[in-house]
């Protein structure tokens, strides 16, 4: 039995895929730069690594506040996925937090926006100096719950996002909610969709669910 849950946010609790393929979109054609190279690194990274990746070349500081510029804009559109608002509720709230890599600005303003649990210990993008697939997120979000990793379930979306949850020492849930099973296959279970890994979640963390 595991007595924590981590969560990423992008594609797990938010429909955020659409706002960021619009503003990647924007800022490829400003950046003359191929948006197939961008996606070909995107899921589940910091923007600033993409932006490494992708883009090497150019300014990082400005193009990257380029970047959170157009997201800004596109997030206030963002909606939570389905089964976000029920499972969260489910949890007791010190049994769960969140790790991604995106803005704490955008997320802290979505979650309030929504009317999402708020996670007490969220960590995001800034809060570490390198991003997924690096497990630096995960072991941060663990031990700000006051946990070991081995205590610790993830659950994901994206291969980067897998791989961190596994080199943490996480059992990680994975849900096809931005990718294939076979790109996921790292992950210890998969699921369709977040309603229908919430057995299986509620499951590792005992069954221990609130009102609701």
């Known amino acids: 039995m595991r007595r924590g849950c981590i969560f990423d946010v992008d594609g797990v609790l938010l429909d955020s895929i659409p706002a960021y393929r619009r503003a990647w979109g924007a800022w490829a054609v400003e950046h003359d730069v191929r948006e197939a190279a961008i996606w070909a690194v995107a899921h589940g990274r910091r923007p600033l690594d993409i932006i490494r990746a992708a883009a090497g070349k150019l300014n990082e500081t400005a193009s990257l506040r380029r970047f959170e510029s157009l997201i800004r804009t596109e997030y206030e559109a963002v909606e939570a996925l389905d089964g976000a608002h029920g499972l969260l509720e489910r949890l007791p709230p010190a049994a769960w937090t969140t790790a991604t890599s995106g803005n704490r600005d955008l997320v802290e303003r979505a979650f309030a926006r929504l009317r999402l649990p708020k996670p007490h210990t969220g960590v995001c993008g800034e809060d570490v100096s390198v991003g997924k697939p690096d497990p ?66 509620l499951a590792e963390l005992g069954g221990g669910a609130g009102p609701g």
């Open 136 to 201: 630096g997120c995960y072991l941060l979000a663990a031990g700000r719950m006051g946990m070991t990793p081995s205590e610790c379930i993830v659950i994901e979306d994206a291969p980067a996002g897998v791989a961190a949850g596994k080199a943490a020492g996480m059992t990680v849930i994975a849900v096809t909610t931005t990718h294939t099973a076979k790109d996921l296959r790292e992950a210890d279970q998969v699921h369709g969709s977040l309603p229908e890994a919430a057995d299986a979640i």
